[in-house]
């Protein structure tokens, strides 16, 4: 068994919009890959959509699992698009998330490549896979601005983890988006 870590591209807004004021129905998701984890997703969703609201409206720090956890992701997948995707398998976990602080967080700082990794979404955040992180289009703008200008083209020296940060952060910024990450 392995993990992916999925940078997709949107816009937040759209998303904390949706969490806050939820309109959203399971058989209009683009990707049903949650429904399929969690089949009893689909008959909650109404509750789930009320507890993520309120807790959001609450201004509560929560952790989220299960169904929860599975909404969020729902709500994130269908509201963004697939740019790229790291794997690992599953004894790699260590490696890959070293990779990403010694390697990516010297290059885009750490408070970037962290939150794109694992970031609370209003307050909402899971202690177990699968975990979420985003950095909006203003802190993409500015890790962008940063960057010597030696950093901004690819080395053949790259790590994949680099290459594949540097692209989408860069492309991002450039088209005025937001990223979002899901990490199972």
């Given at each position: 068994?392995?993990?992916?870590?999925?940078?997709?591209?949107?816009?937040?807004?759209?998303?904390?919009?949706?969490?806050?004021?939820?309109?959203?129905?399971?058989?209009?998701?683009?990707?049903?890959?949650?429904?399929?984890?969690?089949?009893?997703?689909?008959?909650?969703?109404?509750?789930?959509?009320?507890?993520?609201?309120?807790?959001?409206?609450?201004?509560?720090?929560?952790?989220?699992?299960?169904?929860?956890?599975?909404?969020?992701?729902?709500?994130?997948?269908?509201?963004?698009?697939?740019?790229?995707?790291?794997?690992?398998?599953?004894?790699?976990?260590?490696?890959?998330?070293?990779?990403?602080?010694?390697?990516?967080?010297?290059?885009?700082?750490?408070?970037?490549?962290?939150?794109?990794?694992?970031?609370?979404?209003?307050?909402?955040?899971?202690?177990?896979?699968?975990?979420?992180?985003?950095?909006?289009?203003?802190?993409?703008?500015?890790?962008?601005?940063?960057?010597?200008?030696?950093?901004?083209?690819?080395s053949e020296?790259?790590?994949?983890?680099?290459?594949t940060f540097?692209?989408?952060?860069?492309?991002?910024?450039?088209?005025?988006?937001?990223?979002?990450?899901?990490?199972?």
């Open positions: 068994m392995g993990y992916v870590l999925e940078i997709r591209a949107g816009n937040l807004d759209t998303i904390t919009t949706e969490l806050q004021t939820p309109t959203l129905k399971p058989h209009n998701l683009r990707d049903r890959t949650a429904l399929d984890y969690h089949p009893e997703l689909a008959d909650a969703w109404p509750q789930i959509q009320n507890i993520v609201a309120t807790t959001i409206a609450a201004g509560e720090q929560r952790t989220v699992s299960g169904p929860i956890a599975a909404y969020l992701i729902a709500v994130i997948a269908h509201h963004t698009h697939p740019w790229a995707a790291l794997q690992h398998t599953a004894s790699g976990g260590p490696e890959f998330r070293t990779e990403i602080t010694t390697d990516a967080e010297p290059i885009f700082g750490l408070t970037l490549t962290a939150g794109l990794v694992r970031r609370p979404l209003l307050g909402l955040y899971t202690d177990d896979y699968p975990f979420f992180g985003w950095a909006d289009t203003t802190e993409l703008h500015q890790s962008v601005a940063a960057l010597p200008a030696d950093s901004i083209r690819q020296d790259d790590t994949e983890v680099v290459r540097r692209t989408c952060i860069t492309s991002a910024a450039r088209r005025n988006l937001d990223l979002i990450t899901i990490y199972a």
